[in-house]
């Protein structure tokens, strides 16, 4: 019998998680460790409880202790006020900035610290103020420009790529909602009648029932994660036994209901990503969207499509990022630790995005300023600014001529690890965007070796000098890079700058596989 003072209620184990770690920690928070295992579930007199003992593990990564092994790892220059660990995921992605995927982008809370104009032990000056000017000339999904609106401040991206710059200024557009609301109503409309011509919706209530009574059977929540934590199954062994065990029960239905998994060519990623039924209901969907009149609405809406397609590659949930081979049949998945299936269909997905981005712009639209906010499609290194942008929007390019940019915060792309355009490869074979991957600075095609990293030094040197010539004198520019070849320092003396100062912060809830301690440093430069 366990002693009456080692045990909590979920409610009680809310309260004291939330007390030790100086966080809110929700009873959903609580529920939530114990169906995926964390800690273990007690059942007394029919209420669920749980171990202190096991909550103290759990969160013994917190009070200082991650801070400290941090450091141990990274050094004691380590800023850890810029970890930002007090913020909720829901908080780091609010509003607009979860309104697409995208790999490789910065916080919103790190944007707004050197952007507003607090003042603390590390930030002793401020920089900029309402209405000025930013610049991003490496805009990515546009976190610059969006908190930029919300500050007060104008603000200017620029992209090489022609997708970017889609989702960067359907972020910071305004929008009729209910144009938005009643396009998408009606297109879902249509989805549902088209797919009730086919046997999809039949076949998969018919997979997921089977799915259903064998992962109550083999794989119980929370037991079987729970166990598995605890070293007491062997998961690939008896995961991959399972998945056998299914396959017969799955290819008697695809047999019945006449499934097509593969489509018949796989010349382009959406011949090879995607299955017949769902690459069908993408282009209906999408021939429906151009019967849109309103041009806002249009981008918006394929925004939702491109992201609903996105989730629903023919991959399997623990390899959404690196894409090994297409999955046409259900797999043991030990993200959720059971038997999971590929996706026969988008609605569900284009359903769930088309609520959560009406939602996404109507929050940002009580937050944002009636300040100007736009992306340019360009090269960096070369875009004449205040022409292209005069161009776009006479108004901001004229106000932009007139005073000129006050700085620059960006993340530029690091040495050969992302390719930027091939992660969105989905949405250039449906839109047909033309691709200019040779144009990106430090792709991953071109390595790690000694030629990558001096055309990566001259690339970013090339655009510093160019984008220079659109900043007022006294000019601040914040750089966010991992700089593990150190070299910044040789950039800013390239671009005729000097780094007045560098703020090393520790990234944390990385979504790459490998979780080691990892850091970022903030260049600060000014004119030389």
Known sequence: MIETEEILSIKEASVWATKHIGRMVTTSNISYLIQYGRIKKIEE?????????????????????????????????????????????????????????????????????????????????????????????????????VQASELGMHAVGIDISIFNALIANCKVAKYNLIDVQAEIARITNKLKEF??????????????????????KYFPVPEYKYRLRQGLINENKYGTEKEKEFLPAYNSLVKKYKVKLRQDNSDTFLDKWYSQHIRNEIHFVFDEIKKIKNSDTKKIINVVLSRTIRSCRATTHYDLATLIEPVTAPYYCGKHGKVCKPLFSIL?????????????????????????????????????????LKAKNP??????????????????????????????????????????DKLEIGPMFKGQGKAAKENYLQGISDVLKNCKKYLVEDYDVFLVANDKYNMYPTIAENAGMRVHNQFKRPVLNRSEKDKAAYSEIIFHMKRK
């Open 195 to 216: 797919l009730s011509k086919s046997h999809t919706v039949q076949f998969e209530e018919e997979l997921l029932h089977a799915l259903y009574e064998f992962n109550t």
């Open 395 to 436: 108004a901001f390019g004229e106000l932009a001529e007139k005073q000129k940019i006050k700085g620059i915060f960006s993340s530029p792309p690091y040495v050969g690890l992302i390719d930027y355009h091939e992660q969105h490869a989905y949405a250039y074979d449906l839109f047909g965007f033309e691709r200019k």
């Open 348 to 388: 569900k997905w284009w359903d769930s995005y088309s609520r959560d981005t009406l939602k996404r712009l109507a929050d940002f639209d009580i937050l944002r300023t009636n300040t100007f906010q736009y992306c340019l499609t360009g090269d960096s290194r070369s875009i004449d600014i205040f022409k292209e």
């Open 45 to 145: 007199k029919g209420s669920i409880q749980v171990l202190k003992e096991d909550l103290e593990q759990y969160y013994k990564s917190y009070n200082g202790y991650r801070e400290m092994s941090y450091k141990d790892q990274l050094g004691n220059d380590l800023n850890w006020a810029l970890s930002f660990d007090q913020y909720k995921e829901a908080e780091t992605t609010k509003h607009v900035h979860r309104l697409h995927p995208y790999k490789g982008k910065f916080i919103p809370q790190l944007v707004e610290y050197f952007l507003d104009n607090h003042i603390d032990k590390f930030k002793t000056e401020t920089y900029f103020k309402k209405g000025d000017i930013i610049l991003d000339p490496f805009s990515g999904s546009g976190t610059t420009m």
